[in-house]
């Protein structure tokens, strides 16, 4: 969930012309407001320091009851945490983006989120802390693992830094220790796929814009080429010619590996992707390189929009897998409250397994959401039981809200909105390096 925030406030920090121009200004921001007003309540928020958050509501029998969410009646405990490196600073990422969204309309609000991102960030950095969210919670980890908290430390310090213009987070964002501990220089092609558990390659296109557009110079410069390098590649591995991932017969890139609900990640690589591309094109960069070959923007801008189009209906079945998008899209969603009908009856725990193993469409469209999505072979099946095909997320929606409005031309403006996400970054005057040791013979 806070990464879904951070990645909606991301789209909008960049594109919010385009969503004014489209009239959905209001509605994104409200989206944002109650997704952080959440996070909010799930630590002290007015403390300097905190002893634990909450990770999740819920366990055991949310796999097995279906229910609608506003009948649940069996117990679902709130589940604290003493340690979290990796949430905490993903939902200190998401405070400090969605401050920077609300900094002119909402100060008072924009101010309240950056406390609480700079007191979970506290948190996350806490020596006596540094232990994955999830580790040993058999409600947690076997759903919602964590791979690392090293990317949370990038992001979530890059993110507190356009929020505040502190450069201790700047200094930390840049610190060799962070790509080492997080394994970003090794080439891992795995590490290239944005998601809610890696955020690697959205935290280094995060600090190559800066580099990009502002150029600090010393003492940054050497870490921020590097990041700059490896973005350039991660953007490599998403075109076919260069052959890192798979691709499905139909044209969907293969980012999970043949995993199921693999339409989450070519959404989050899709508005990566267009994202540099607008990058470049603002600072009339006409490309980059690929080891020797020269790939033009229009070649990242087509991958981006290949893949939307994917998803929204350009496929072997022809069927968009965004609900009530097209005439043909997922009536059997894995969603309790659209397919439980609305019929002023309430269902047991056991009782709503009915409405989940029955085989006529889902009374009620989740219009919008985008569902897990087919398998290598571009098959779908179309089963409320199978959530490998038809189970939406918040992180997969959000990266998808992201990937359009990247790629929707509007008589607004083509491309980003350079300059606000640096609003709070104090002038910029690089040091001179040290001078070199005095000459002996």
Known sequence: MAYAMTMLSWSCIEYSHKYRSIG???????????????????????????????????????????????????????????????????????????????????????????????????????????????????????????????????????????????????????????????????????????????????????????????????????????????????MCSYLPQFAVFNWTKGGLIQLNHGRPQPLQYAANAAFLASLFADYLNATDVPGFNCGPNFIPIHVLRSFATSQVDYIMGKNPLKMSYIVGYGDKFPRHVHHRGASIPHNKRRYSCTGGWKWKDSSKPNPNNVTGAMVGGPDRFDHFHDSRNNYSYTEPTLAGNAGLVAALVSLTVTDANYGIDKNSIFEAVPPLYPQSPPPPPPWRP
């Open 24 to 234: 959905e200004y209001t509605h994104l921001t409200d989206l944002i407001k109650w997704g952080t007003d959440y996070l909010l309540l799930n630590f002290n928020s007015s403390a300097a320091t905190v002893d634990h958050i909450y990770a999740q509501v819920g366990g055991s029998h949310d796999h097995y009851c279906w229910e609608r969410p506003e009948d649940m009646d069996y117990p679902r405990p709130a589940i604290a945490v003493s340690a979290g490196p990796d949430l905490a600073g993903e939902m200190a990422a998401a405070l400090a983006a969605a401050s920077i969204v609300f900094r002119d309309s909402n100060a008072a609000y924009s101010r309240r989120l950056v406390r609480g991102a700079e007191t979970l960030f506290r948190f996350a950095r806490d020596q006596g802390r540094r232990r994955s969210y999830c580790r040993g919670n058999p409600f947690i980890e076997p759903y919602y693992n964590s791979t690392g908290y090293y990317d949370e430390y990038m992001w979530g310090a890059t993110w507190l830094y356009y929020a505040t213009g502190n450069n201790t987070y700047l200094s930390l964002a840049t610190n060799r220790g962070l790509p080492k501990n997080s394994r970003a220089f090794l080439g891992i092609p795995d590490l290239s796929v944005p998601s809610w558990d890696n955020k690697l390659p959205a935290a280094m296109l995060l600090l190559t814009r800066f580099r990009i557009f502002l150029s600090p110079g010393y003492p940054y410069e050497d870490m921020l080429r590097m990041y700059h390098n490896v973005t350039a590649l991660n």
